[in-house]
């Protein structure tokens, strides 16, 4: 085994570091998670125009980064170095001044308002919508097709569209936008995906804007008429609250449908498993999403001058927390390369950890339930028939974009 000296490791974490948030998808970061991870917990990464820059790779220090009250979102002055001009567009706008890039009472405030509506009760009360859509929609499958388009889309619209109170076509239109427009999110992208980013999320803020007009005219018994009516003159607030919960309410699990059925497809014992006992759905559910993380990576900032893991972190440090990484720490995960489904549980940390928990943690955990053991036992021969594609850049959201199978 060879030996390196401190300064040949940093510089191979920087490599690795860099390969992995470039703007192309890769096909398995895994590898080089798992040796980020045995190089150091926690690496200093000198990059250009960040003075100071660290990455957490394994389950304990990134559970310690999201849950300690000295690190929070990045800033605004964070966001004028990684996406300079944001101010300029409406989107950006919204999106960084939603929940997600807030800190300490500014964020509880925001999201206590909605908290109520995702709690595992009240999601629960969506059980039987959700199993509709999942039956409507397989019931019209078979045969070649391309399962983000004709499942992971559609299945995710009617259910985010049925929490938020929106017609399924109309989340089903703005939800390819916010798919779009998921690079806001990337802490890396290219100037291309950048412009992308902004035309297909300029056009979700507009289909919102026009959604929560209709809904003041003609308010609904729905959570959209509940920010309308609450927020009341602050329009821009209501905005705000409808494009995030919408946005990562839709993405994250079209990535899990799509990453899911290929593991499932790539593992037919475990499929067998599923089919045979759905009692194993909530278990499988939380395999799914630690194997393949929709969510791979959070970045935070240091608020004070701090430390994580006995390396000092100064005021304005910004850390990357791989929750992929930790998701397959041997230290919490036995046997942690492999997908088992009828795995014990672990905490992973799939939905994050602290403050800014995945507020829709419970609904995704059911569509997960809901949806595979149906999509299963319908096709118990389901099959790829190409090379699926990732989307890009990916190094913060991973998904696909192309998923060619034959269902039978
Ligand atoms: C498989 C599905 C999902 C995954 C893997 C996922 C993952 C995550 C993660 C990792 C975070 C934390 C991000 C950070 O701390 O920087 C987060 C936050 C969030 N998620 Fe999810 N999510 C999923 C589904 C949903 C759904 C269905 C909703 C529905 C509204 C939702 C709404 C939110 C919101 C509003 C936040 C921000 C919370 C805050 O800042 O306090 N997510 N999600």
Same mark, same amino acid.
């Given at each position: 085994m060879t030996v390196l000296a401190p300064e040949n490791l940093s510089q191979e974490a920087l490599r690795i570091f860099l390969r992995m948030i470039r703007p192309r998808p890769l096909a398995d970061p895994y590898p080089m998670y798992r040796r980020l991870r045995e190089i150091a917990p926690f690496h200093t990464i000198r990059l250009p125009g960040l003075a100071a820059t660290y990455v957490a790779a394994t389950h304990a220090e990134v559970s310690e980064l999201l849950r300690r009250k000295e690190f929070g979102p990045l800033t605004p002055g964070h966001l004028d170095l990684l996406?300079?001009?944001?101010?300029?567009?409406r989107f950006t706008r919204v999106m960084y001044t939603s929940m997600a890039f807030k800190h300490g009472a500014d964020h509880r405030t925001r999201r206590d308002l909605v908290f109520k509506d995702f709690t595992p009760r009240r999601t629960e009360g969506h059980r039987a919508a959700i199993e509709r859509a999942a039956d409507a929609i397989l019931d019209r499958l078979g045969g070649e097709v391309d399962l983000e388009e004709a499942l992971a889309l559609p299945f995710t619209a009617l259910t985010i569209g049925e929490a938020l109170g929106m017609p399924g076509s109309v989340a089903l239109e703005l939800g390819r936008l916010a798919r779009a427009a998921g690079?806001?999110?990337?802490?890396m992208a290219s100037a291309r995906q950048r412009a992308a980013e902004i035309e297909a999320g300029t056009g979700l803020v507009d289909g919102f804007a026009a959604l929560l007009d209709e809904r003041r005219r003609k308010p609904e018994r729905d959570l959209l008429t509940f920010l309308v009516k609450h927020h009341g003159e602050d329009e821009e607030e209501a905005l705000v609250q409808a494009v995030l919960l919408f946005g990562a309410g839709f993405d994250s699990p079209v990535s899990m449908v799509g990453l899911g059925s290929r593991l499932f497809i790539e593992h037919p014992d475990q499929a067998w498993l599923v089919r045979e006992d759905p009692s194993l759905a909530r278990s499988a559910a939380e395999e799914i999403l630690r194997y393949e993380?929709?969510?791979q990576l959070v970045v935070r900032a240091a608020y004070a001058d701090t430390e994580l893991a006995g390396t000092p972190v100064p005021d304005g440090g910004v850390v990357f927390g791989l929750l992929a990484a930790g998701n397959r720490d041997p230290l919490v995960c036995p046997d942690p390369e492999r997908f088992d489904v $009828?795995? *014990?549980p672990i905490q992973t940390l799939s939905f994050a $950890?602290? *403050?800014?928990?995945?507020?829709?943690a419970p609904l995704a955990r059911l569509q997960a339930e809901i949806l595979f053991p149906r999509l299963l036992r319908r096709f118990p021969d389901m099959r790829l028939t190409g090379e699926p594609r990732y989307r890009s850049p990916g190094s913060m959201l991973r998904g696909l974009e192309y998923l060619p199978v034959h269902l039978s």
């Open positions: 996406s300079p001009g944001w101010h300029g567009h690079t806001v999110f990337e802490p993380s929709p969510v $009828a795995r *014990a $950890a602290g *403050a800014h928990y995945c507020l829709g």
